[in-house]
Nanobody, 126 residues
Framework: QVELVESGGGSVQAGGSLRLSCAASGRTLSSYVMGWFRQAPGKEREFVAAASRSGLTTDYSDSVKGRFTISRDNAKNTVYLQMNSLKPEDTAVYYC???????????????????WGQGTQVTVSS
């Protein structure tokens, strides 16, 4: 059992940067694979990035690779998403999620994540 709370969303111009944070409580962050997903109006929820329990293995969707960086500080029970070179198509509600299975190293599947934050809005203007 873990509770996740996102923060750091806001409005920026295209080309700008934001850093999202996801603070966890209830259990230590090291017990979970962590992921970021997003959902834009009228679109399905999509995978953005994920990190293994150690943070040494990461995965990114093609649309954000090279622009976004996922990182985690297990000592602070916090995972981050650094977003650079933002584009208007990045506008969405961003969610962090936790995957508890010991047998999964990393995953893009939303259905495998058991715990979700409330989401934080990111708006990128042209």
């Amino acid at each position: 059992q873990v509770e996740l709370v996102e923060s750091g969303g806001g409005s920026v111009q295209a080309g700008g940067s934001l850093r999202l944070s996801c603070a966890a409580s209830g259990r230590t962050l090291s017990s979970y694979v962590m992921g970021w997903f997003r959902q834009a109006p009228g679109k399905e929820r999509e995978f953005v990035a994920a990190a293994s329990r150690s943070g040494l293995t990461t995965d990114y969707s093609d649309s954000v690779k090279g622009r976004f960086t996922i990182s985690r500080d297990n000592a602070k029970n916090t995972v981050y998403l650094q977003m650079n070179s933002l584009k208007p198509e990045d506008t969405a509600v961003y969610y962090c999620a936790a995957l508890p299975s010991f047998y999964v190293t990393i995953s893009r599947r939303a259905s495998e994540y058991d715990y979700w934050g409330q989401g934080t809005q990111v708006t990128v203007s042209s």
